[in-house]
């Protein structure tokens, strides 16, 4: 087992909106595991009237307060480019609650099923090692904290949902 990168392409909306997270095991028997190391909208953040914004130019920057600066392709994605660590932090601390989450301070907003024995839980490897008898490979090299599912048609019934909390159709670009 290994981490597989995943992107879905949302789409403009004019609205505000949740985004749902939803397994199904297709009526598998056996138990499988679904981890979700990080979670970043990008490019969703605009303003109407500058939608020339919306998809940043490779050459826009970001000011660290120290010097230099880096590309707005590279701010808020849970690595620091600046030389000090917390100056993309404000500017990432100000997206909406639940569209940037590393999952190392909780939930971010998200809501994890309708139920009181839903299958997920924010976990990381050192917690896992003492309750789990499964730990795959990919989750053992894993740093921090990870949204866990472990899913065994018994606790699911072969479903497991995870909601965001309302985004915002769009926020000014430049103030986030």
């Not at 000090?84 to 998200?110: T, Y």
């Not at 008898?133 to 949204?147: D, E, R």
Request: aromatic fraction near 10%.
């Amino acid at each position: 087992m290994k981490w597989k990168h995943l992107v879905a392409q949302i789409g403009r909306i004019e609205r505000p909106f949740k985004i749902t997270l939803v397994y199904s095991n297709c009526g598998a028997q056996e138990v499988g595991v679904l981890a979700l190391g990080s979670l970043q909208l990008r490019n969703c953040f605009h303003d109407k009237e500058n939608q020339d914004h919306f998809v940043y130019d490779k050459g826009s920057t970001f000011p660290c307060f120290h010097g230099g600066c880096v590309s707005h392709l590279q701010i808020c994605e849970f690595n620091s480019d600046c030389p000090i660590k917390e100056e993309e932090g404000v500017r990432c601390d100000s997206l909406p609650e639940g569209s940037h989450c590393s999952f190392e301070e909780g939930l971010c907003g998200w809501t994890l099923n309708e139920t009181a024995a839903s299958p997920w839980s924010i976990r990381g490897f050192s917690e896992m090692i003492q309750e789990d008898s499964f730990v795959g490979s990919t989750l053992q090299a894993t740093g921090g904290h990870f949204l866990y599912m472990r899913a065994g048609s018994t606790q699911t019934s072969g479903m497991a949902k995870a909601y965001s909390t309302s985004l915002p159709a769009s926020l000014a670009t430049e103030d986030y």
